[in-house]
Antibody
Framework: QVQLLESGGGVVQPGRSLRLSCAASGFIFSSSGMHWVRQAPGKGLEWVAVISSDGSIKFYADSVKGRFTISRDNSQNTLYLQMNSLRPEDTAVYYC???????????WGQGTLVTVSS | IQLTQSPSSLSASIGDRVTITCRASQGIGGYLAWYQQKLGKAPKLLIYGASTLQSGVPSRFSGSGSGTDFTLTISSLQPEDFATYYCQQLYSYPSTFGQGTRLDIK
């Protein structure tokens, strides 16, 4: 079965960087678009970024554009999110999600918490 | 593209029929998905393509609509259905979610 396992979350000071990873298994990773979605404490879902199956196409939410970079290593079945210049408003649980039919998100990881605080 | 869900919260009883609506600020064809999220858990895909039931999702869930107006209906509420529901547009990037509808027990 599909498994997505995020890691790399933690507490970080404003202005610092963090890299999240998402280890994928149970499907052909190199054939699937992948996304990051975040959820601030007590708030709704916010889409963050997408990367195409071969890594050639990427889109970002305006709130993270220029600060976050999505990437993938298809040889390692791993998705990444490099987060630079972190702000307190980036505090959230970050989920990776697999793209399915009509680009819906048919599988999600369990999430990793990022807390940006001094 | 903005998505507006209504209501924001809803109280209902076991066995009730419940409808949640999602309105898009511009036409998105059928590129709409619905998710269920329980407290402390990841979202779960219920409906994609506005009306197609995801594999393994009970048939009491159904979706309809196209263009700008969409609905999620639960035909007969079960105890495990009390959760928060989100719509999402997949028509164009940035993808967006509705603000969520919290469904709790009356």
């Amino acid at each position: 079965q599909v498994q997505l396992l995020e890691s790399g979350g933690g507490v970080v000071q404003p202005g610092r960087s963090l890299r999240l990873s998402c280890a994928a298994s149970g499907f052909i990773f190199s054939s699937s678009g992948m996304h990051w979605v975040r959820q601030a404490p007590g708030k709704g879902l916010e889409w963050v970024a997408v990367i195409s199956s071969d890594g050639s196409i990427k889109f970002y939410a305006d709130s993270v554009k220029g600060r976050f970079t999505i990437s993938r290593d298809n040889s390692q079945n791993t998705l990444y999110l490099q987060m630079n210049s972190l702000r307190p408003e980036d505090t959230a649980v970050y989920y990776c999600a697999k793209e399915g039919t009509m680009t819906s998100f048919d599988s999600w990881g369990q999430g990793t918490l990022v807390t940006v605080s001094s | 593209i903005q998505l507006t869900q209504s209501p924001s919260s809803l109280s209902a009883s076991i066995g009730d029929r419940v409808t949640i609506t999602c309105r898009a600020s511009q036409g998105i064809g059928g590129y709409l998905a619905w998710y269920q999220q329980k407290l402390g858990k990841a979202p779960k895909l219920l409906i994609y393509g506005a009306s197609t039931l995801q594999s393994g999702v009970p048939s009491r869930f159904s979706g309809s609509g196209s263009g700008t107006d969409f609905t999620l209906t639960i035909s007969s509420l079960q105890p495990e259905d009390f959760a928060t529901y989100y719509c999402q547009q997949l028509y164009s990037y940035p993808s967006t979610f509705g603000q969520g509808t919290r469904l709790d027990i009356k």
